[in-house]
């Protein structure tokens, strides 16, 4: 029974995207019926869900280097390989940004279709931004050991929905913990987890995504670090919204 005296920091659920969910959900999902009896519903929620996927992959490009410790049930190696994706078909000179969700479902058989060489040149050499491609290096080794750490036993014990423990919220609470220390507990503060992951750190991104649109002149890899720290603000917003709105139906009842 819920009381006034119980832990109302209710945590919403929340579409989950880590190997497990995203096998699990398939064998479970209802689609498969709706195709059938109601096709035209079907595919709207196909489109509603490839949607939230490829915006937790484009989110997925941020945290995955700001963060560690992931939950069991939000990140994986088809995350990780979907991200690295997002980013590589975007520095492509032979693909279009603006269809990069659609080119995502496309990678999986390009094999079937060109060569190696011709893959190869695709990803590495006709490129639009050499940052972009080091980024895509980087985000490919951090989730590699994200997902390394989850499997083998090392993930996030205490919430396996979580998308990652905030390396600048690891700081600021032990830079916190430390003036606590050096002012004998006159002066207490305690960082936001929520604050740091929705504006800190989609702040930093943008603001290096401001940097190379302006000054370096690099359009693609400034417009990917807008649109990855937009797809982590709506996840944070959306997620907050959620679990206030959650908080206030037990508080009211």
């Known amino acids: 029974m819920i009381t006034k005296k119980s832990n109302q920091d209710i945590k919403p659920r929340k579409k989950c995207f880590g190997d497990s969910s995203i096998i699990f959900?398939?064998?479970?999902?209802?689609?498969?019926?709706?195709?059938?009896?109601?096709?035209?519903?079907?595919?709207?929620?196909?489109?509603?869900?490839?949607?939230?996927?490829?915006?937790?992959?484009?989110?997925?490009?941020?945290?995955?280097?700001?963060?560690?410790?992931?939950?069991?049930?939000?990140?994986?190696?088809?995350?990780?390989?979907?991200?690295?994706?997002?980013?590589?078909?975007?520095?492509?000179?032979?693909?279009?940004?603006?269809?990069?969700?659609?080119?995502?479902?496309m990678l999986p058989i390009l094999p079937f279709f060109y060569d190696w060489d011709t893959l190869y040149s695709w990803a590495f050499l006709d490129i639009r931004s050499l940052p972009l491609l080091v980024y895509s290096g980087i985000m490919l080794l951090t989730g590699l050991v994200n997902t390394t750490m989850i499997y083998i036993g090392k993930g996030n014990p205490d919430d396996m929905s979580k998308s990652g423990e905030s390396w600048i919220l690891l700081g600021l609470n032990k830079l916190f913990s430390k003036i606590k220390r050096l002012t004998k507990g006159r002066l207490k503060l305690k960082a936001n987890e929520f604050v740091v992951n929705a504006f800190v750190e989609c702040g930093i991104t943008v603001s290096i995504g401001y940097y190379f649109w302006t000054e370096v002149q690099d359009h693609t890899f400034g417009l990917f670090c807008f649109l990855m720290s937009s797809a982590e603000f709506f996840n944070q917003i959306k997620s907050k919204t959620a679990q206030l709105n959650r908080q206030a139906y037990l508080n009211a009842s």
């Open 25 to 105: 959900g398939a064998t479970k999902t209802e689609v498969y019926k709706l195709l059938f009896s109601n096709p035209s519903l079907a595919l709207l929620r196909l489109l509603g869900q490839w949607i939230e996927f490829t915006t937790a992959a484009l989110a997925n490009c941020q945290n995955t280097v700001y963060r560690n410790q992931f939950g069991l049930l939000n990140q994986g190696i088809i995350l990780t390989f979907s991200s690295v994706g997002l980013a590589l078909i975007a520095n492509s000179e032979h693909s279009y940004l603006a269809l990069g969700s659609i080119s995502l479902l």
